[in-house]
């Protein structure tokens, strides 16, 4: 499967590639360039033929919806909305069929700890940045999908845990870089039935993903049930 994945500089993207390299034609694109052992393309995801080009013959877009915290906020959601936007905008018309989506389940933090929130409740960001481009570039993405135009997936991410033997108390909402993994890959070839977590069967579906570790804030049985996730016991 070719596979092109967003955001190539973030630890996340390095470690998408580095783990579906294996099996996957990767490609990995930034606004930036970026040091990869992955095959890298520059792109700013204009609104013109180069982004055409880019996605041009590929299975599945991995688009991260972080965004980079050292610039305005401004361009952080410029990024999040336009260049989403763009992307969305080049795959329907090169017939891409799939894109996953990597969002973030911080946009539900706003719940109280004793709630168990699923996908069927709505986010509630607040205006800061990192959080609210991951919910701008959600509307943007199921627009597209609720047109029927695209299938979409959308993973809401737990909070990463790059370093598992730093010591110290680990987050109800964890998600060790293997499980991210096996979530995404997952995603890319899983037929999503309908459902109740599901807005629109196989065009737009939105699940939370996080490791299995004691005390874990968010239910992950819809991935389980929709995308076969299976996420390994965490002490």
């Known amino acids: 499967m070719k ?3 967003t955001n190539g500089g973030s630890p996340l993207s390095q470690e998408l590639a580095s783990a579906l390299g294996d099996g996957h034609e990767v490609t990995l694109t930034a606004r930036e360039q970026v040091q990869t052992s992955a095959k890298f393309v520059q792109s700013d995801l204009g609104h013109d033929q180069t982004t055409n080009a880019l996605v041009k013959g590929v299975d599945a877009i991995v688009h991260s919806g972080d965004t980079d915290p050292k610039a305005s906020v401004s361009n952080r959601l410029d990024v999040a909305m336009r260049c989403t936007y763009n992307l969305l905008w080049a795959a329907v018309e090169e017939r ?11 946009l539900l933090d706003g719940y109280d ?3 168990a929130v699923t996908e069927r409740w709505r986010p ?3 205006t800061d940045p990192a959080l609210l481009s991951f919910h701008l570039g959600e509307y943007v993405c199921r627009e597209f999908a609720r047109e029927r135009r695209i299938s979409v997936t959308c993973l809401r991410l737990g909070t990463l845990i790059w370093d598992s033997n730093s010591g110290g ?3 109800s909402q964890a998600l060790y870089p293997d499980d991210a993994t096996q979530a995404v890959e997952r995603a890319m070839s899983a037929e999503v039935p309908s459902g109740t977590w599901t807005t629109a069967a196989r065009t737009w579906n939105v699940f939370h993903i996080q490791s299995s570790v004691p005390d874990a804030r968010y239910l992950t049985s819809a991935a389980q049930d929709g ?9």
């Open 96 to 106: 891409v069929p799939r894109v996953i989506f990597l969002s973030s389940l911080g």
């Open 227 to 235: 995308l076969g996730y299976s996420p390994s016991q965490r002490a």
């Open 169 to 171: 108390a680990i987050s």
């Open 3 to 5: 596979v092109l994945i």
């Open 113 to 115: 700890e004793d709630l």
């Open 124 to 126: 509630v960001p607040p």
